[in-house]
């Protein structure tokens, strides 16, 4: 069986190009970039061209570019770093729909004495900018907002963001992970201090990240060790990664405006067909201000395990939400934020496309969707009739926060 592959947001394929270009890095080419020798010497030239593909893919200084191991290590970076430098300074703002790689690290800083605030989104995930303004603090040192949402989509007004940090003297962080590759990503106005990437999100490999820092912000290594990374970041670099990473990098920056189009037609076409053919369905997110590759869609009276199953089973790949919050039973805590009513909650499945997603493979997804949700239905205990009027369904909405 073939697969159709929508779950681009966990991961997405190696370019072709890109493991041509890693393959000699594991046996032609294996110095240690660091040593005095001319063959290592060889291997330090490969890294400082990746150094470059990725400052031109985001408008920054190569010396501004650290390589990591990953985007949660760089957003454990970043924050870090941010806070060693302003030790008076125990505040942060992020939002309450970020990727657990930022929430995560808060929660652990909130029970060290610091305070954290979580700043709400709309129906359509859209932060309200007043909001943020009114909690920057006297002593906020850090405002971390993801670029774009991983769940919905939904894109955040970060240019505006970075003006309200910079008017009040505030770091400014930025998780683009999701949105490189999607998105034109600029840090060339000094508007943002931290900005992260991981290279498996735009069909680079896993096991590498990038975390730019603004020239001038001071900055403490999470990692301590050698003197790698211009002594930012300790331990010999993963080579092959890197040099995959540029030139997942260069690729990205060569068909952008192709992709964004392609991926943007195809993810509408899907979206519609789900929409005008299957009943008490919606989107989840904003309708315009998203990422080109993503649809959430919320199907009601259903659960979404089962959907998944049952599209596995026609070798079809979506999910609920995250991959890093896989395996839990309980609902997205980005929808939860959003105010989704409980039937909508537990079936949304996020579809999200790739520059290799084909025309043919949307057809097929539609073909098979529409008499599986009704199969579903058929077999689910709830349904439109007794939604307001279900015990079990009832408490189950009171006890998610959105009654």
């Known amino acids: 069986m073939s697969v159709i592959y929508l779950d681009n947001n966990a ?22 970039p660091s040593s005095m020798h001319r063959f290592g010497g060889q291997v330090a030239r490969g890294l400082r061209q990746s150094r470059e593909a990725i400052a031109a893919l985001i408008h920054a200084e190569a010396n501004e570019i650290i390589f990591t191991s990953c985007g949660t290590e760089g957003d454990n970076a970043a924050i870090r770093a941010a806070l060693d430098s302003q030790p008076d300074k125990r505040h942060i703002i992020t939002t309450a729909v970020e990727h657990p790689a930022i929430l995560k690290p808060l929660q652990r800083l909130e029970k060290q004495g ?11 995930g859209q932060l309200k900018l007043e909001e943020l303004r009114r909690a920057i603090r006297d002593d906020t040192a850090l405002i971390s907002v993801m670029a774009a949402n991983n769940e919905t989509g939904t894109i955040f007004p970060i240019e505006r963001i970075g003006h309200l940090a910079k008017e009040r003297g505030v770091l400014f962080h930025v998780d683009a992970v999701q949105a490189a590759g999607k998105i034109p990503l600029d840090v060339s106005s000094g508007l943002i201090d931290f900005l992260v990437l991981s290279g498996h999100k735009f069909h680079g ?25 211009r ?56 309708p315009g201000l998203r990422l080109p590759n993503t649809a959430n869609i919320g199907f009601k009276y259903v659960e979404g395990e089962a959907i998944l199953l049952s599209l596995d089973r026609e070798g079809i790949c979506a999910s609920s939400g995250s991959a890093c919050t896989s395996g839990s039973l ?30 043919a493979e949307i057809e097929q997804v539609l073909a098979v969707l529409q008499p599986m949700i009704e199969r579903l239905r058929d077999l689910s205990p709830f349904s439109r009739d007794n939604e307001a009027t279900h015990p079990w369904l009832q408490e189950q909405t009171q006890r998610v926060g959105i009654a």
Do not use: W
């Not at 394929?13 to 041509?20: D, G, H, L, R």
């Not at 096991?207 to 020239?215: T, W």
């Not at 189009?261 to 076409?269: I, K």
């Open 11 to 32: 991961t997405t394929c190696v370019a072709p190009e890109v493991y041509e270009a890693m393959s000699p890095y594991f046996t032609q080419f294996y110095g240690n």
């Open 114 to 124: 610091y305070s954290v605030t979580y700043l709400g989104v709309d129906g359509k």
């Open 205 to 229: 490999p896993k096991g590498v990240g990038v975390l730019y820092v603004r020239r001038g912000v001071r900055f403490r290594p999470l990692l301590a060790g050698g003197h790698q990374e």
């Open 231 to 286: 002594g930012r970041r300790g331990g010999t670099e993963n080579v092959p990664g890197i040099i995959g990473l540029g030139k997942a990098a260069e690729l990205t920056l060569n068909s952008f405006d192709e992709d964004h189009t392609r991926m943007s037609q195809l993810r509408d076409r899907l979206e519609q067909g789900i929409l005008s053919t299957i009943s008490d369905t919606q989107r989840n997110g904003h």
């Open 330 to 359: 309980q609902p997205s805590h980005v929808l939860r934020a959003m105010g989704l009513p409980y039937t909508l909650l537990h079936g949304s499945i996020r579809f999200s496309l790739s520059r290799y997603t084909t025309g």
